[in-house]
Every structure is written in C-alpha cells, then in structure tokens.
C-alpha cells in the first residue's frame, strides 16, 4: 500500500502468470513475486520481480506505483534542490536552460525541434529508467520551483563504473547548485544503488567543470578522445580529460 497526500493506492502482489498478465492490461500496478514452482513462467514484459518479499518496502511499493502512473520518481534533496526524474512537461524548460550559446560549448545540444525532444524523453523514460533505474535527472531550486539543470548517470560500454554527468543553467551557475547536485546523487549512487566507481569526461578547457570534478574528489586519470555531436549537428573527435572516483578509497 503507498500512502499519497493521504489517499492509498493499493500495489498487488502475485506469484501467478495469469494476475500479472491481467493487471499489466488494466495498467494495474504490481509486483511479481518469483518462486521455485514460477522461475520459468513468462511474465510480462517489464515487470517488477521480487524472490523475496522483504525487499518489498515502501519505498519500492511507491516506485513501483508511480512508474504505472507515469509519476517521477524522487531521487534526492538537500537544502536547496531536489533531484527528480525527468518529465515530458520538461521540455519546453529544457530549450529555456539550453538558449544560451555557452551550454553546448561543452556538451551536445538538445535536437533542433522540441516534438523530437519530446519523443526522445518519452522513449528515455521507457528505456533507460525503466530498465536501469537512473539516468540523467531534473535538478529543481526549492526556492522558486523551477527546473535549474540536470545531473545524473549513464552506463558506458566499455568503462568501468557509471558516468557522472551534469548541466546547469547559465543564471544559476555559480553559486554552488552543481556541487550540492552532484555530491547528492553521487550518494544516492553509492548507497542506494550500490555503485562504487565513477568516472566523468570534461573538455580539456572546461576549467568549471574540471574544478567540480576536483572539488567532488575526482582524480585526473588519463586524456582520451571520444565522437561528440557539435552545435551544427556533426560528429566530430574531442580530446576529454578522465576523471575518476571510487568510494571505496573513502
């Protein structure tokens, strides 16, 4: 049962394939719960499983209901943000955060029509976290209740650990919003998805974001060269900075 603005919504919970088909149809939220009699079944597609009700809390319950109802999930807060996922609702704020020419100096711009934005962020929210749970996530000043910036993390194929990523609009850098972001998901990441390596790649003359790194506790790895798309829409080779970090060494 997840309890919202006092109003309970109810989160079944079954072992059999027939239930989960049914409340997968009726867009009914659910969790499967895998036995030795059921491990070979065939569950819907992007079910929620469980081999041992104990994992199933509250928390799990309320984001498992919320990604049925299409509700963002909170990642984190302090004092004066709070990291959530990112909406469709988003986008138009997004192109407001982007309209100054020094966001995508350092990074790839967002696509040239907002209905493309829009179809990316819908099928983002599906696949990446639907499937892995975390991604690049809405950075919200409490104070005005506005979107300020995103942060978050993406797997790459063929580095260790999970990537540290961040952008903040150009009237809110400054004042140490990307640090108060990111140390707040780099905890969420470690103890809450039990991710211990980090790394982050910046621009050899983005001397902003290479202090960040450094102040975060990133250490300077190695220079690579990676395809980024520039702001006419090309691909084109970059030389980054690897920087590195690994709880484990705390």
Known sequence: MVEENRIIHEVKITNKTEEAAYFARNNIPYIVYLTQDNRTDHFPNGAYCVEDLKDV?????????????????????????????????????????????????????????????????????KNIYGFYGYGMWAIIEKQSGQMIGRVGFEYKEGFEGLELGFMLGVDYQGKG????????????????????????????????????????????NKTIQRNEMNTEGVMVEKSFLRYEYDAKDL
């Open 57 to 125: 809390d509250t928390q799990y319950c309320e984001r498992v209901y919320r990604r049925f109802k299409g509700i963002p999930w909170d990642i984190a807060e302090t004092d004066r943000l709070r990291i959530r996922e990112i909406t469709v609702e988003d986008v138009p704020r997004l192109y407001e955060l982007y309209q100054d020419g020094s966001i995508t100096q350092y990074m790839e711009p967002l696509f040239p029509e907002v209905q493309q934005e829009i179809e990316y962020t819908k099928e983002y929210i």
């Open 177 to 220: 919003y990307a640090y108060e972001a990111c140390c707040a998901v780099l905890n969420y990441g470690i103890n809450g998805l039990g991710h211990k390596k980090y790394c982050a790649f910046v621009n050899e003359e983005n001397t902003m974001s290479i202090k960040l790194c450094e102040k975060l506790g990133f250490h300077r």
